[in-house]
């Protein structure tokens, strides 16, 4: 008899066990993962022959994020990369979630939006593929080939942001675009602040400079869990042209306005979008390790992290 109720116990447990199981991975369903790191031009860059790029035989690939929801099997891009073929293989690959429910493009700059094209008719001839961009970048999409062809042909359907004016998403998710100072030839640019369940996540690529924003970068890491910003450079002097001409907050900068913060604060910061002469893209650069030493860290393809 004791017998016979202990099986039924460890029977009722390992029941119970198993439903747990399934709650927490269906609970810990929203996952964002890092799907590239680089400046727009990636890493090798063309017409690079130095030593940043000569000898490299895979290519590193531009900056984005994913977030799958795999509850509601649900997946999000945010930037549209020339290497959006193998990010989406990744993203689907890594949380097993095999679909694009929409896409928040940053700015018009070459690296953030052009991967657009795959989804055109030469390509997946996607359908209705919801497109987040702010009012003049969907202005620029509409009126300009060969995006205006996705927009005619029904490819994507276009959903105008407003800047600090968040997005529920069927998931759960929350999304809120937020204007950053950049060069705006052919549209505004934005960061977005990423909210799950539990967690939220800052994702800044491109911005001219911190102190021309008018928010404060300190606050606004402190704010989050996970912050992917801006580190296209180390420092200065390190492309052959006039670096005023493409300003970025130098990640030697970016270290010294975080230099009187707590470690915590400090190891929120996962820098991405590093140019192909950024020396920290080399693990063991004496760059990287001394920003690594502060807490600072890079953000590297494929890393996990939880928004619930
Ligand atoms: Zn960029
Ligand atoms: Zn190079
Ligand atoms: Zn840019």
Redesign the pocket.
């Known amino acids: 008899m004791l017998i016979k109720h202990a099986i039924i116990y460890q029977m009722k447990s390992s029941i119970f066990c198993v439903c747990l199981f399934f709650f927490i991975s269906l609970t810990s369903a929203q996952t964002l993962v890092v799907l590239g790191t680089t400046q727009d031009a990636g890493?090798?860059?063309i017409g690079?022959h130095?030593?940043?790029?000569?000898h490299l035989k895979s290519r590193f690939f531009v900056a984005s994020l994913g977030v799958s929801d795999k509850k509601n099997k649900k997946n999000y891009l945010f930037d549209a990369t020339p290497d959006i073929t193998a990010q989406y293989q990744l993203l689907s690959k890594t949380t097993g979630v095999k679909s694009i429910d929409g896409i928040f493009l940053t700015h018009a700059h070459s690296g953030h939006y052009t991967g657009l094209m795959y989804i055109g008719k030469e390509g997946m001839n996607g359908s209705k593929i919801p497109v987040y961009a702010m009012p003049r970048f969907i202005s620029y999409l509409t009126n300009n080939g060969p995006w205006s062809q996705l927009v005619a042909l029904g490819n994507i359907n276009l959903k105008p942001l407003q800047s600090q004016t968040s997005i529920a998403l069927d998931s759960g998710l929350i999304v809120i675009p937020i204007v950053v100072p950049h060069r705006d030839e052919f549209s505004e640019t934005v960061g977005y602040k990423i909210i799950g369940a539990k967690k939220s996540a800052l994702y800044i690529p491109d911005i001219d400079k911190w102190k021309i924003w008018e928010k404060d970068i300190i606050v606004e890491v402190k704010a989050v869990d996970y912050a992917f910003i801006d580190g296209t450079f180390f420092e200065d002097g390190e492309i052959n042209r006039p670096i005023k001409d493409v300003p970025h907050p130098f990640i030697s900068e970016t270290v010294s306005i975080f230099k009187n913060e707590p470690l915590s604060v400090k190891q929120k910061i996962y820098f991405i979008h590093l140019n192909?002469?950024n020396p920290a893209h080399n693990k063991a650069s004496p760059q990287r390790i001394a920003t690594e030493k502060q807490g600072f860290r890079f953000a590297s393809l494929g890393a996990q992290f939880m928004l619930n």
């Open positions: 890493k090798p860059q690079c130095k030593s940043c790029c000569k192909h002469t």
